[in-house]
């Protein structure tokens, strides 16, 4: 008894030094400094693999090859908007065939989740913190792979997605492309230029400016994801943190609603479920609340390709963007209604997350192997 008592204590005393409110408003700045982040490692990742990332998608033909590509792109320039649109646009003028479009569609799916990977290896000194980190960020990863194991080749021998996309963009060409910019997107692209042009200004260029660039995303990261999880603990503790759950548990489409509106508001699927990383290693969101809001996320992350999309001279533009929007949905109702398909990427993540929280060594085999080594084995020894 004695010796809960300072612990209670102290909790008290941290509690009341600041208000929940200040709290909320710190945590909300960290969240923004944290995208910022995000978008400075993607930068410049991108910066030191855009060159390759673009010559991948020339000649692939063999469907494994593709999605070899697509997962290898999308590690590389750290976005799947990136490589989505940059696989539209090489359909729509042309110079990709649509059927060689559709496994790298796929493969981007599975190479834009290395992004929550890697944020959740900044718990990696903070046992159970970690277990559920690693946990949140891999079953997003599981699901992707389950999904491509599914359906890739199903479209081989069917061609159902790229046939039901073709009969639904027939009917949509007629109604003219938009473009949506999001102000949250904006302003995060602003503090990242600012930091940029401050870094340039101190005489960094070339790649040394997106090495400079790439040490300030990843120290920035780890430095938000330590004061953002201390603060949600907090914050949602206690009568809170119960609302949430159950609010998100007693439906699964509340959660599947909340990763379609987030990742549109962001315009990243990468970002939104990067986020839900130190929400659940805070204990603030359980792993199974969690997960279909990364559903969400993946349904979300195909509106702003759609409506780039829309209105091209070229209608398969449209169709291979309608494909990525089938795909994700297709892959939510297959394994998410029933909960014993539901269960089998939960499982996973946690099995891989408690061996990982054993033997760190896991986490390096795992994002080495999944996204660099397996995707480039299959680019080199399919691409003939």
């Known amino acids: 008894m004695s010796s809960s008592a300072p612990s209670s204590v102290e909790t008290l005393t941290v509690r009341t030094r600041f208000p929940i409110w200040l709290r909320l408003i710190f945590v909300l700045a960290l969240l923004f400094a944290f995208l910022v982040a995000i978008r400075l490692m993607g930068s410049s990742i991108k910066a030191f693999g855009k060159g390759a990332a673009g010559s991948m998608f020339d000649g692939v033909a063999n469907p494994f090859a593709g999605l070899a590509v697509g997962t290898l792109a999308t590690v590389l320039v750290q976005s799947s908007s990136t490589t989505t649109s940059t696989i539209v646009s090489l359909v729509g003028n042309g110079t990709l065939k649509l059927a060689s479009a559709v496994p790298m569609i796929m493969g981007a799916n599975i190479g834009t989740t290395i992004t929550n990977t890697i944020v959740s290896i900044g718990h990696v000194r903070q046992g159970n913190e970690f277990r559920r980190a690693f946990a949140a960020a891999t079953v997003h990863d599981f699901f992707n792979l389950l999904c491509v194991i599914a359906l890739l080749p199903l479209e081989i021998g069917t061609g159902v997605l790229e046939k039901s996309a073709s009969a639904i963009s027939g009917k949509l060409t007629s109604i003219g492309g938009s473009e949506y910019e999001s102000p949250i997107k904006q302003a995060v692209k602003s503090a990242g230029n600012w930091l940029q042009g401050s870094v340039e200004a101190l005489g960094f260029e070339g790649k040394a400016l997106a090495g400079v660039m790439l040490v300030i995303g990843i120290a920035l990261t780890f430095l938000c994801l330590i004061f953002i999880t201390k603060n949600l603990k907090v914050v949602f503790s206690g009568a809170l943190e119960r609302t949430l759950n159950k609010q998100l548990g007693r439906s699964g489409l509340i959660g599947i609603g909340v990763g379609i509106l987030m990742t549109v508001a962001v315009q990243s699927s990468s970002i939104t479920t990067s986020l839900l990383v130190p929400m659940c290693a805070a204990g603030v969101l359980t792993l199974r609340n969690a997960f279909p809001?990364?559903?969400?996320?993946?349904?979300?992350?195909?509106?702003?390709?759609?409506?780039?999309?829309?209105?091209?001279?070229?209608?398969?533009?449209?169709?291979?963007?309608?494909?990525?929007?089938?795909?994700?949905?297709?892959?939510?109702?297959?394994?998410?209604?029933?909960?014993?398909?539901?269960?089998?990427?939960?499982?996973?993540?946690?099995?891989?997350?408690?061996?990982?929280?054993?033997?760190?060594?896991?986490?390096?085999?795992?994002?080495?192997?999944?996204?660099?080594?397996?995707?480039?084995?299959?680019?080199?020894?399919?691409?003939?």
Not at 311 to 328: E, Q, R
Not at 335 to 358: S, T, V
């Open 293 to 384: 809001i990364m559903l969400g996320a993946n349904i979300g992350t195909t509106v702003t390709a759609l409506l780039a999309s829309m209105g091209t001279d070229n209608p398969d533009g449209l169709t291979i963007a309608l494909v990525h929007l089938l795909f994700n949905m297709v892959g939510v109702l297959l394994f998410y209604p029933l909960p014993i398909l539901r269960d089998i990427p939960i499982r996973m993540a946690e099995k891989l997350a408690a061996g990982a929280q054993k033997n760190p060594f896991i986490v390096v085999a795992y994002v080495g192997g999944v996204f660099v080594l397996l995707p480039l084995l299959g680019y080199i020894l399919l691409d003939k």
